[in-house]
């Protein structure tokens, strides 16, 4: 679903290198008078952008009444003349962002859009699943539990990791700068799949790192995340990744508690946090999806075929995900490992005649 | 399109202070083929037609053939590539983008098309299709399979609510590819794409149904048993109809007998010349199988590893 901005002169504005630059979100025009009605569809709209250019400051606060009645509409101020001369009178509106003469006149970052979406979670996570480009998932059903988690206590959680296979090898075919924006559009692909299905992105360094889904959650999506993560890797490759093959990646999924803090994660001492990353990196084998048996029973009773006894770790059961075949395989173009081959019907034999 | 007032004025203004009346009608000629400025308006070739009258006779005869929106396409792009090598200046283009956008279009710079601003006027045509033409699309075909016996099976309260949250799934999933779906019948429908990597948008449309339908089959489901479907994607020329039925021609027979003949549930197939489109990530996930007329067609399904 693309963004939307409502304005009266939306052609000069979309020019805009903000808009039209490298890396501009896709952005459908609507005139401003179509923004009352349109007000309660907007709610699954990534972001709505308001140019309020040639607004009068009653005219303003009229359209920041109007839009803020709406809490779950996700609005961005556009003022490409920067009339508005109290910007945080804008963000006490309920506005995610504002954007001047000065922001509109360069290409959006990664940064920026990271921080807005950081600024999202922080106000209350409004259906973050808006950012799917279809709408919600019959699969995924609501309540995501995070209203029920509090700062700075303990919480139970499953955790979901995540890690690049074969990271030396990656920095040796790779330029740094390279690499690292490679990386960025990887750790983009993990943090949406995560948020459409209720959870988290924690902490992230350069291959990978970590999810959380709470627990609360009326039913805890993390193990089908880790399956649609599995499942779409391939259009990954395909659309995103900025790296000539295919990436393979690890997964591990456990439950475990921890206190959870938004920001200075790297302070956080707890047990379930390094059991997960030992799981993901000495355990778990590239490319593969492996769960302990307690992550395992959150599934609902039909895919349990689909998972495979592996052995124990840290006296917990550990079992495989199953790969599909999109995944079965995969490494990155150049890298020394050979193909696995471990059990996966050959395309060949599959191949069915016609019927 | 309706011309308001305003955008007349923008736009005979913009033409008659920005070009001579040749090269008027030679961007004219883009876009209606021959066009002939002179012999239309009935206005003596022999003498100089003024520029004001012969963008406010473009404006008109364009707009009333319905081909003003692919003229100021036109206009956009010799703005950005020039013009037989000479750079062209239209100072207020913005202007009448900004007018044609107020009409509900949205110019999309990728494409270099208008296409229909906002969710709720999605049609067939992406706003910028003539109906009647022939354009090069990619089409994908989907069926439900065992659809008879499963509407015997089932009361059709269970069998409508499945059905519409599959469809619901499909027709996501191809608008977020920048397709349409330009018909239902019953258990199938057809989808087309237009802009583009057209046919590689379509195969990535058809595998991520493969996936989402084997979800939706595992955990989201509303009737005992799995709705199975089949897909096919073929491209080709067809002829644009806002009827999906009144749209007949090779492509879409084609299409459909792929589907229909040589694809089994659950599976995916492309045509000969979808896969040579496919590049070297996706082309390894397809298997060659026998098509039509000892043809070699290429086929997609999610599989899993056996242990």
């Known amino acids: 679903m693309s963004a939307v901005l409502f304005s009266d002169s939306p052609g000069k504005l979309l020019r805009l290198p903000y808009f039209s630059g490298k890396g501009a979100e896709e952005v459908q025009a609507r005139a401003m008078k179509e923004l009352k009605k349109a007000l309660p569809s907007l709610e699954m709209v990534p972001q709505v952008y308001l140019d309020v250019q040639g ?15 709406n809490p779950r509409v996700r ?69 995501d539990g ?71 959650a009326r039913a805890p999506q993390a193990p089908l995340c880790g399956l649609r993560i599995l499942l779409s890797s391939i259009f990954y490759d395909f659309e995103e990744s900025l790296l000539p093959g295919r990436l393979s990646f690890r997964m591990a999924l456990s439950v475990g508690s921890t206190v959870y803090n938004e920001r200075e994660t790297g302070k956080i001492i707890s047990d379930s946090v390094n059991s997960i990353f030992h799981l993901g990196r000495r355990f778990a084998q590239p490319s593969q999806f492996v769960l302990t048996a307690d992550a395992v029973e959150l599934l609902p009773s039909p895919p349990k075929p689909f998972f495979r006894p592996v052995g124990t770790y840290e006296g917990k059961r550990v079992y495989r995900m199953l790969r599909p075949s999109s995944v079965a395989g995969v490494r990155e173009q150049g890298t020394a490992d050979p193909p696995r081959e471990d059990g996966h019907r050959s395309a060949a034999r599959r191949a069915a005649g016609p019927r | 399109m309706r011309v308001s007032s305003r955008l007349a004025s923008v736009f005979v203004n913009a033409l008659s202070q920005a070009m001579p009346v040749e090269l008027m009608q030679s961007i004219a000629r883009t876009v209606i083929p021959n066009y002939d400025i002179y012999e239309r308006s009935g206005f003596p070739s022999s003498i100089h037609m003024p520029r004001v009258d012969a963008a406010r006779y473009i404006l008109k005869e364009f707009a009333r053939e319905g081909y003003l929106v692919k003229l100021v396409e036109a206009l956009i792009h010799v703005t950005s590539d020039g013009y037989m090598g000479n750079p062209v200046r239209i100072p207020q283009l913005p202007r009448i983008i900004a007018e044609v956008e107020e009409q509900g279009y949205r110019y999309s710079r990728e494409e270099g098309v208008f296409v229909e601003a906002g969710a709720s006027g999605r049609t067939m045509g992406w706003g910028t299709l003539r109906e009647g033409r022939t354009y090069e699309f990619a089409l994908l075909r989907m069926d439900i399979a ?15 609510g499945a059905y519409t949250a599959i469809r619901e799934l499909i027709t996501a999933k191809v608008e977020k590819r920048r397709g349409r779906v330009w018909g239902w019948e019953g258990d199938g429908c057809l989808a087309a794409f237009y802009f583009q990597d057209k046919t590689i948008q379509a195969t990535l449309c058809g595998m991520e149904l493969v996936h989402e339908l084997f979800v939706y089959n595992l955990l989201a489901r509303s009737l005992p048993e799995p709705v199975m479907v089949r897909l096919s994607v073929h491209a080709g020329p067809c002829r644009f109809e806002k009827s999906v039925k009144a749209s007949s021609g090779d492509t879409i027979r084609r299409v459909e007998l792929l589907e229909s003949r040589f694809t089994p549930p659950g599976c995916l197939t492309v045509s000969p010349g979808v896969f040579t489109d496919l590049g070297s990530k996706l082309s390894p996930l397809f298997v060659p199988v026998p098509g039509p007329e000892s043809a070699t067609i290429y086929r997609y399904a999610l599989e899993w590893e056996s242990q």
């Open chain 1, 55 to 69: 607004c009068s400051a009653s005219e303003r606060r009229r359209l920041l009444s109007l839009v803020s009645s």
């Open chain 1, 75 to 143: 609005f961005c101020i556009v003022d490409p003349s920067s009339a508005v001369d109290d910007v945080a009178a804008v963000f006490h509106a309920g506005a995610v962002d504002y954007l001047d003469k000065g922001l509109l006149s360069a290409p959006p970052g990664v940064k920026r859009r990271t921080a807005v979406l950081a600024y999202i979670k922080r106000l209350g996570g409004v259906g973050e699943e808006a950012a799917d480009q279809g709408p919600a998932d019959a699969s995924v059903p609501p309540g």
């Open chain 1, 146 to 216: 995070w209203s029920e988690i509090e700062p700075n206590r303990e919480h139970t959680f499953a955790f979901l990791f995540i890690e690049a296979d074969d990271a030396e090898g990656l920095k040796l075919r790779h330029e740094p700068q390279n690499l690292a924006a490679a990386m960025g559009t990887f750790r983009d692909y993990v943090e949406r799949i995560v948020a459409q299905h209720g959870g988290r992105l924690w902490m992230w360094s350069n291959f990978g790192g970590l999810a959380l889904f709470p627990l609360h």
């Open chain 2, 146 to 160: 065992g659809n008879s016996e499963m509407v015997r099976r089932y009361a059709r309260e269970e069998i409508a």
